[in-house]
């Protein structure tokens, strides 16, 4: 969260990048949430670590200053988890968390923007700090195994996120083992 503009796309579409910070981008064991202090609709609800990207900005370059800002880490990048939909304004996968006009959760202000995020694996690099919950959120967790889904309540939009999550972390372990 900086003063910097969010960068809005001529089709009216928001860019949110966030990362997927694991123990380990080759055998992802733990997957890091924050607990969000806001917005209301939003707050005591579970995300991943990330947010708009700015004005001038890379997504990659947005994700690493969220990153830093928000936990004070350095990360290594893996992957992107390429979602369903696509972006109005570049036709990446991505995946829509917010429809012009909905409301994200109870008491939440209709927004006539598209939301649209992008997500990408991550772990920490050689000698980052170990996550701190620095900014928007007032708490982080290391899931386990087997509580990915179900060990916090996500924001709405990230339930189905978790699920190819998990599915693409157990795909990743499969493929280390053959
Ligand atoms: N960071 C993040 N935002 C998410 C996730 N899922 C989801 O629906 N959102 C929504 C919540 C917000 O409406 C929006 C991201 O905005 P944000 O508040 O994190 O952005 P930001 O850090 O740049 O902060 P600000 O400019 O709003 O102050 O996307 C998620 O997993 N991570």
Same mark, same amino acid.
């Given at each position: 969260?900086?003063?910097?503009?969010?960068?809005?796309?001529?089709?009216?579409?928001?860019?949110?990048?966030?990362?997927?910070?694991? &123990?380990?981008?080759? #055998?992802?064991?733990?997957?890091?949430?924050?607990?969000?202090?806001?917005?209301?609709?939003?707050?005591?609800?579970?995300?991943?670590?990330?947010?708009?990207?700015?004005?001038?900005? #890379?997504?990659?370059?947005?994700?690493?200053?969220?990153?830093?800002?928000?936990?004070?880490?350095?990360?290594?990048?893996?992957?992107?988890?390429?979602?369903?939909?696509?972006?109005?304004?570049?036709? &990446?996968?991505?995946?829509?968390?917010?429809?012009?006009?909905?409301?994200?959760?109870?008491?939440?202000?209709?927004?006539?923007?598209?939301?649209?995020?992008?997500?990408?694996?991550?772990?920490?690099?050689?000698?980052? =700090?170990? =996550?701190?919950?620095?900014? &928007?959120?007032?708490?982080? #967790?290391?899931?386990?195994?087997?509580?990915?889904?179900?060990?916090?309540?996500?924001?709405?939009? &990230?339930?189905?996120?978790?699920?190819?999550l998990l599915d693409d972390a157990i795909a990743i372990?499969?493929?280390?083992?053959?």
């Amino acid at each position: 969260m900086t003063d910097a503009a969010p960068v809005i796309g001529a089709a009216g579409e928001l860019l949110i990048v966030a990362g997927a910070l694991t &123990d380990s981008l080759a #055998t992802p064991r733990l997957l890091l949430a924050g607990r969000r202090t806001e917005p209301a609709w939003a707050r005591g609800l579970w995300e991943f670590a990330g947010g708009k990207v700015e004005s001038g900005e #890379t997504a990659i370059a947005g994700l690493h200053r969220e990153l830093r800002e928000e936990l004070g880490v350095e990360v290594v990048l893996g992957d992107e988890l390429f979602g369903p939909d696509v972006s109005d304004v570049t036709g &990446d996968r991505v995946w829509e968390i917010r429809a012009p006009g909905s409301v994200p959760g109870p008491g939440a202000e209709p927004s006539p923007l598209r939301f649209v995020m992008r997500l990408f694996w991550c772990e920490l690099a050689p000698g980052s =700090p170990q =996550p701190e919950p620095l900014e &928007d959120h007032d708490q982080l #967790t290391w899931l386990e195994p087997g509580s990915w889904r179900e060990g916090v309540r996500w924001l709405p939009a &990230d339930e189905r996120i978790v699920a190819a999550l998990l599915d693409d972390a157990i795909a990743i372990h499969k493929r280390g083992t053959c």
